[in-house]
């Protein structure tokens, strides 16, 4: 009796064994079970991963009170991956004057100085973080990606000294400051080789005061931080 | 005795030279294109027996007053060719309604026995003669003896229309004769003729694709299959199936990833209405592999709650049928007119049985009937022509009902048993799932190591080394674009 007993409660204690470690790989099953990620994993529309993007973009200086400034940039991009790329551009253009200086100077007698950018040459990294789709009217789709860029380079100044009288006025020269910037933009693709691309960027660079004054060679040298927002907008190709 | 005689002549010269001034003013009625004229005044003539002179042209008349079945059926009940113009109203005949892609085509027997009241002509004509080859095949088929259906498809040369065709259907033949490489080879070989002739026949192109797919999977060459499903573009109508049989393919290969991604889309909201119940199998056996046992069963539980339903109306349906036997063809015609409609839930079912190439052409040729009743009813012929035309467009009608009504019961009846055989799987993977045992479920298949090696991304196609890809979550919300894409990162959970 009692080893019948003796080996009904091992019988048992293995049963029990059994079942709990059932309940627990369930219940660790229905944890898991939970947890079925579901993607949807296809060739990528739109790569950039080692090619070359060469654009050509329309600029503007959005920040500046007295004069418009339309810049054309050409934008040389190699993309190592689809992340990270290296650009460099160049933009050159002109400034027009704007209603309220002619008023000032007419009205008022006040002649303003003005920082007329004519070039930027810039070099910098780009950084893609997001890549994403819209779904149009009709079902069309529209991919984009969503870049930062930041890096360096030189901002060349055009004084023109309109602002100084007489025959003492200076002659028109074209200064260059070092130059910082970041910015960020968004491309819309078109097929599999082109991209509508904006960018906002955000310029920053120390310009001697004395730059700007009527007499540059013998005015008190003061730095100042001048700040330079562009909007760009326009087209690449991808080799 | 004489005077009788003389009488008796004259009546008989009278007589003669009505009939042949009816015959001149037939022939030049039919020369100027008064069809209509020619119906009016020579109804009277046409008998049951379509022995007549008039029956030719009478019946060319009806399809050029766009009484297609009509015109088919005075055409099948005309005698063989006696003259040179019978001829050519025949010749004229049969090129029209080879170019005319909306007219429901005869075929087989019904084609052959048109060819052969001028069979001399027609056999000599190139352009006819990989037809004839093909329609006499069908009449082999018809009969039963599949070697000389074979036999005359393959003296369908490459030059011809129908060489696309007679290759598929030969490799039908062939897969029916159980010589699966022959019938792979045909399909193939077909496959590549509907390539190059671009998407005059997309259908025809896509069914190739599909038949190469179900014999590689037949031979368990799951890999090669899965290639040929890919084929099958999102457009077509096929393409659903495609996923399905895929899914298959995937899970012999142990790849539930993938064969649970393709369900996803058949799944989906977009195709809800679509009727797949064998989804629920593979997704609940698939499930069941990797041990997710909760899982399958919601599955199955949704399977019973979608498809119970369905199965009793269906049944229902069946019983009244029996008792009535117009009844499904009064349902199925309710359905397609969106008349008031009691059997919503099973549209999916009717879906499916009118995507069948047969079953829309006995819709067509119903159709055509409609629209010539209508035509009737507002021509202009007399009241006597108009009768004997309805009469006789009533007795095609009937015709059509019933043999439609047969054709609708027995597809219907196969839908109903697939159904019922797929609530008994879904009930037994119900228990296998409350049991956790993978005994039953689990596939002794023996798949080679190098098709399990494949990876597999979303569309049923392979992955490159250094492919680039895009991910893209997918949380319940569906896109249009990202459907037959899916793939489920499922992870074994069964402890070894």
Known sequence: MIRFLFVVSIFLAHTIEFVYAQEVSANSSVKKEESIEIQVIRPRFFSKKDRLEIGLSGVFIANQSFIYTYLMSAIVDYHLNEYVGLELSYDYGASSEKQEKHILTSDFEIKTEIDRVQSMALAGVTLTPIYGKYQLGGGRLLYFDTFFTFGGGGTGVNYLYDHCSGDSAPSSRVVWYPTVFAGVGQRYFVGENGSIRYDIRSHFFNKNEADASCTPSTAASSSVSTQIVTLQIGYSYYF | ?496
């Open chain 2, 1 to 496: 005795m004489k005077k009788t005689l003389f009488f008796i002549s004259i009546l008989s010269l009278i007589y003669t030279k009505i009939i042949f001034s009816k015959e001149e003013g037939l022939n030049t009625a039919f020369q100027q294109g008064k069809y209509a004229e020619i119906i009016s005044n020579f109804s009277a003539q046409i008998g049951e027996d379509g022995n007549t002179d008039v029956l030719y042209p009478y019946a060319f008349s009806l399809l050029k007053l766009k009484f297609p079945i009509l015109a088919n059926f005075y055409f099948e009940k005309s005698k063989n060719i006696k003259s040179k113009e019978e001829s050519d109203i025949l010749y004229r005949y049969v090129e029209h309604i080879h170019a005319d892609k909306s007219h429901p085509f005869p075929y087989g027997s019904d084609f052959m026995r048109l060819i052969k009241k001028d069979m001399s002509r027609f056999s000599t004509e190139e352009k006819f003669r990989g037809m004839l080859h093909f329609h006499t095949a069908l009449e082999w088929v018809n009969a039963g003896d599949i070697k000389k259906a074979i036999h005359e498809l393959q003296q369908v040369l490459p030059t011809n229309s129908e060489y696309g065709n007679a290759l598929f259907l030969l490799g039908v033949l062939e897969n029916r004769l159980g010589e699966v490489k022959r019938s792979k080879s045909y399909f193939l070989k077909s496959y590549d003729v509907f390539v190059q002739m671009g998407d005059s026949d997309p259908v025809l192109k896509e069914q190739s694709a599909l038949n190469i797919a179900r014999l590689y999977y037949e031979e368990k060459n799951f890999k090669e299959a899965i290639v040929f499903y890919s084929k099958i573009s999102e457009n077509s109508e096929f393409w659903l199936q495609a996923l399905l049989e895929s899914a298959w393919a995937f899970y012999f290969m142990d790849k539930t990833g993938n064969s649970l991604g393709n369900l996803r889309t058949i799944l989906s909201s977009f195709y809800e209405k679509r009727f797949y119940p064998e989804a629920y199998v593979i997704q609940g056996i698939s499930l069941i592999k990797n041990c997710y046992f909760k899982s399958a069963a919601k599955s199955g539980k949704f399977f019973q709650k979608k498809y119970k339903p369905i199965l009793n109306e269906m049944k229902n349906i069946d019983k009244k049928s029996k008792e009535t036997p117009s009844y499904l063809y009064e349902i199925f015609d309710a359905y397609m007119n969106r008349k008031l409609f009691t059997h919503e839930e099973i549209g999916g079912v009717f879906d499916r049985i009118l995507q069948e190439k047969i079953v829309q052409r006995e819709f067509l040729i119903l159709k055509l009937i409609k629209n010539e009743f209508s035509q009737i009813r507002n021509s202009s012929f007399p009241e006597n022509v108009k009768e004997k035309l309805k009469d006789q467009l009533m007795k095609i009608n009937g015709n059509r009902i019933s043999n439609l009504s047969a054709l609708l019961m027995k597809k219907f009846q196969r839908q109903m048993n697939d159904l019922n055989d797929f609530s008994i799987q879904i009930q037994l993977i119900n228990a296998q799932s409350v049991l956790g045992s993978l005994d039953v479920l689990r596939s002794e298949m023996h798949v080679g190591i190098e098709q399990k090696n494949v990876q597999y991304i979303g569309g049923m196609k392979e992955m490159k080394i250094d492919q680039k890809l895009e991910y893209w979550p997918f949380e319940g919300e569906y896109w249009r674009d990202e459907l037959g894409g899916y793939v489920y990162k499922i992870s074994n959970i069964c402890r070894l």
